[in-house]
């Protein structure tokens, strides 16, 4: 047996002759001593941000082959100072009657320039595409999250609160792609919710003559949830068949696509939830779901998913507007038309596109730079020219004013 006297003795028993090497160090290297550690980013950024740009998705784009049209506004009626009906029924042996024609009135809009402009100094620009340094805001890095920025920018504008230009004054347009909730308004929208202005409910103000006030031939069908406008109420399905009625006589067709707030979603999915049957558990197979090998309980899938409403689509959008002067009103729930139902190659509602989205940069290989930009930077810049049109107004609604 081993006779052990000292500390010394009972360490190099059991460590050897390196127990020196296990002995604790005074200063240990960690992640915070300066100068030791830096992490290494990547080059990307994931957005903490909701990009959704459905509405722009939605809505058809075209060619600008013209910047005008014609409307027909007013049906024609027959003379009957003939002996005929106000319809053309006739007599026996009578004389045809006096030639008659609708009424026509000429609508124009102009394109409308959009841009997401953006840059970097040229040292940046310089380590970012030259030296290895962990770097994120160079043009190449940029320019791929600011393609997806420029589409949310025109969902936004397509969305805009036509509330959010009600003033004392006449309205005098907006810069922006026309938005669907001017587009598709009415007189007695206007009337409620306009104030002393004038102008905030006609689309295209700086050009077309779509003037609400003196006539309802451009109104859209606009209902609110309480069945007053600008007082909010619950959605129930007998407003959505109304509604739809309503746009039906007013247009000859339903519309092909709803799109909404995902708070008016949600109400959709418990509007209808009552009058779904869950399948009876009892007697029945339980599924059981994995989730990256990790499983649920066993059990039967509940809730609802709404694809569409009556037949017609329903798209969510996060950018459908409300009153935010309410925090109860969960936004619009709009109606749409955009199919070519007259067969003219033009849809009724949809993007008229005249250059569709380009980008540019003048960088160090652009010739004057840096005279150019006027600054040692290089810069990029996303450009969409064109408007929202709309050719057929009775064919578009909306609901409004629907609370939690």
Known sequence: MVQVRTIDELEALYYGHNRNLLRKADAPVTTSTAGTFNAIFGAYAW???????NAFGILPKYPWDKSGWRVITAKPTLNTNSGNTALGGTAEGGTIAETIKPTIQELDVRPKTAQLPFSASEVMEWLATHSKDDIWGGLGSLRLYMAVQHKEFLNRM??????GNVSSGAFAGTNDFESLDRIISSNAEETALGGSGSGEYDPWA???TVDRDSSSVFDSTVESASGTIGTNGVLTDDTLRTFLRKIRIAAGK?????????EVYSEIQGLYMPSVRIPNPYGESLVQVDVNGI????????????????????IPTKDAPSDSGDASEVGRLFALDTSDAEGYGYPRLGIQIAIPTEYYEATRRTPAY?????AFVE???FRTMGETVCRHFKSQGKIRDIKL
Request: aromatic letters at 10%.
């Open 254 to 262: 339903d519309p092909n696509v709803f799109l909404g707030s995902h």
């Open 47 to 53: 957005a903490q941000l909701n990009l959704e740009a």
């Open 379 to 381: 810069k990029g810049v």
């Open 206 to 208: 700086a050009n077309a």
């Open 370 to 374: 840096p005279f150019v930009n006027n």
């Open 295 to 314: 499983s649920t309980f066993k059990g039967t899938g509940v809730g609802i998913h709404v694809d569409s409403i009556y037949g017609i689509p329903f």
């Open 158 to 163: 397509l969305l805009a609160d036509v509330e």
